[in-house]
């Protein structure tokens, strides 16, 4: 069973950065893995995915400004996030599935972590 562990979350003022973290218990290859958010408001939302090939896939809202990578070597799974806006606040979470998928829905995700909280102050 897959353990995951966010971090890299913090507060920061709008068009700052930051670069969330998550490491996996088990190694990661031949999984699709992504990041998602949440805020109260709202249902949790897909962010970014990125499969085993390195393909990946952005929401809209942050083309242009996140990134996802990872490392299989190290078990790890990245969001580079810049220009950060208020509305990027959010509790972020990574996830993982052995599905062969860019999708940013989160049925196939079987494997999720306790989330790591961003906030941007205006």
């Known amino acids: 069973r897959m353990q995951l562990v966010e971090s890299g979350g913090g507060s920061v003022q709008a068009g700052g950065s930051l670069k969330l973290s998550c490491v996996a218990s088990i190694n990661t290859l031949g999984y699709s893995m992504a990041w998602f958010r949440q805020t109260p408001q709202k249902e949790r939302e897909g962010v970014a995915s990125i499969r085993d090939d390195g393909s990946t896939n952005y929401a809209d809202f942050v083309k242009g400004r996140f990134t996802i990578s990872r490392d299989n070597a190290k078990n790890s799974l990245y969001l580079q996030m810049n220009s950060l806006t208020p509305e990027d606040t959010a509790m972020y979470y990574c996830?993982?599935?052995?599905?062969?998928?860019?999708?940013?829905?989160?049925?196939?995700?079987?494997?999720w972590g306790q989330g790591t909280q961003v906030t941007v102050a205006s």
């Open positions: 996830a993982a599935t052995p599905t062969w998928t860019q999708t940013l829905y989160e049925g196939p995700f079987n494997y």
